[in-house]
């Protein structure tokens, strides 16, 4: 992480217990440290132990990373780093509409058979990941299902888990699998007025009341 990099990231995040006066020990490492080795890990998919010893040691760094994540401070720091990236776009930090997509993707073969299936129409065997992006394409919600689970499946529950998160969504743009698949007949849908989206998209539009899916083909 550069120096440039540091100073926009330290002021977002999560400040410990200790510095606010609540107890607690200070940490050992610093917390600019700690991220570079989780950033190392994530980019080059190593596991916890292969951790190089120019970083803390493995286990602080997975310690600290599991309490950040046990207490959703990992989404709440991701979710401030992209408000800034929006507004420094000349966004609103909050989105008010994003784009669903779903890819299937081979497992390694260490991934339980019960989490994984097999995608008939592109042909993978694994897992598919579904996630919904805003128009700059920063993530906004995502799940992960075996690979034979449906497009349209996934996304009635996640839409709905997207509208919990993100009260001022109101649009999502999706391709025209999810016509095919008849995201259409999703629960509360109604005829709507006609969005220019383009030829083969499928506009759905987020009820502000309810987890009601309104759903236009244009």
């Known amino acids: 992480m550069t120096d440039a990099e540091w100073t926009a990231v330290r002021p977002l995040l999560p400040v410990p217990a200790w510095l606010n006066g609540r107890g607690g ?7 600019r440290q700690l991220l570079d080795a989780i950033r190392y890990l994530v980019a080059g998919g190593i596991s916890w132990r292969a951790m190089p010893a120019d970083f ?3 286990g602080r760094v997975y310690a600290f990373f599991r309490r950040w994540r046990e207490h959703g401070l990992i989404n709440e720091f991701h979710d401030r780093l992209r408000g800034k990236v929006r507004e420094s776009e000349g966004r609103e930090a909050e989105p008010t509409a994003g784009i669903i997509d779903a890819q299937s993707v081979r497992a390694a ?3 339980p058979a019960d989490s994984r299936g097999y995608d008939g129409g592109k042909k993978v065997p ?3 990941r579904h996630i919904v992006t805003d128009t700059l394409g ?3 919600a995502v799940a992960v299902t075996a690979a034979n689970i449906g ?3 996934a996304a009635a529950g996640l839409l709905m888990r997207l509208r919990r998160l993100h009260r001022d969504i109101t649009l999502v743009w999706a391709d025209g699998g999810y016509r095919r698949q008849g995201l259409s007949v999703a629960r509360g849908c109604e005829s709507d007025r006609a969005v220019p989206g383009g030829p083969g998209v499928l506009v759905v539009r987020v009820r502000a009341r309810s987890v009601q899916l309104g759903c236009t083909i244009v």
């Open 25 to 31: 020990r200070p940490d050992s490492y610093c917390h």
């Open 56 to 58: 803390p040691a493995w």
């Open 109 to 111: 073969a260490t991934v």
């Open 126 to 128: 694994g897992r598919k």
């Open 138 to 140: 920063l993530l906004l």
């Open 151 to 153: 497009d349209r499946d």
